[in-house]
Each structure stands twice: as structure tokens, then as C-alpha cells.
């Protein structure tokens, strides 16, 4: 049975969950560095949204304003299409555009996490019958 598709609200029950929320922050903190930008996260999960939001919004605001063709990279890199793009802009219509791509960031690196969480605990069929 392949992972259910996640809604946006879906999502944001879900990253309360304390080792969702650590795995995720790691893997945010990784995808930034690899374009040069610093994330921390202290480990509080009660703060996670805020405290990593903060932070990712600043970059992604630069990005968007002085280096946007290496924002489009860094959306490439963590696959996020012109489709959930579109997207989180009509479910967040009021929103400035570095705080509806942060949002999205961030729920595109859980997606990431709950992927392989799935698929790291999903026993693997054996189907070789020449025992």
C-alpha cells in the first residue's frame, strides 16, 4: 500500500509529533547547507515552526529577491514543483511570497522524512521461490 498523499492541513498535524519534528529539522538544516545557508535548531520541539521559520524565511526572501534563479535551483534540489507552488499560493492567498515558499519548504522536507521513514520500515517482500 503506497503512503497516502498529505494535505497541507494533514501536514501540520503531523509535524507535532516530536520525532517527525527532529528529523525533519535535520533534514532542513542540510538542504540549506548545501546551498551555503546556516539553519540552527536548539532541539525544542515546542518551537520548532518558529524557531526554524524564522530563519528559513530570511533566506528564502533573499533568494527570492537577489539570487532568484538560484532559489529555482534550491527548489529543484528539494523537488517542490510549479504545481504545490501554485498551489500553497491559492490556499494562502494573503501571504507574502517568501512566507508561502517557507511553509512549503518545510512541508515538503516532512514529506521527505515520512517517506522514508515508510519506506526504511516497510518489510520487503521476498519473492524468490527457489528455495
Same mark, same amino acid.
Do not use: C, W
Given at each position: 500500500? +503506497?503512503? +497516502? ?6 501536514? !501540520? ?56 534563479? @538560484? ?5 529543484? @534540489?528539494?523537488? !517542490? ?34 517517506? @522514508? ?5 516497510? +518489510? ?8
Amino acid at each position: 500500500m +503506497p503512503l +497516502p498523499i498529505l494535505n497541507r492541513s494533514q501536514l !501540520i498535524d503531523i509535524s507535532a509529533q516530536e520525532d517527525i519534528i527532529k528529523a525533519t529539522a535535520n533534514q532542513i538544516i542540510k538542504d540549506f547547507a548545501e546551498f551555503g545557508l546556516d539553519i540552527e535548531f536548539s532541539g525544542n520541539t515546542a518551537n520548532f515552526y518558529g524557531e526554524l521559520y524564522g530563519q528559513m524565511e530570511s533566506h528564502v526572501a533573499n533568494f527570492i529577491e537577489n539570487q532568484y534563479s @538560484r532559489f529555482l535551483s534550491f527548489l529543484y @534540489r528539494i523537488d !517542490i514543483s510549479n504545481k504545490e507552488i501554485e498551489l500553497y499560493k491559492k490556499e494562502m492567498p494573503n501571504s507574502k511570497l517568501s512566507d508561502v515558499m517557507t511553509e512549503l519548504i518545510i512541508h515538503r522536507e516532512i514529506k521527505k522524512v515520512l517517506y @522514508r521513514t515508510y519506506y526504511s520500515n516497510k +518489510p520487503t517482500s521476498n519473492t524468490d521461490t527457489n528455495d
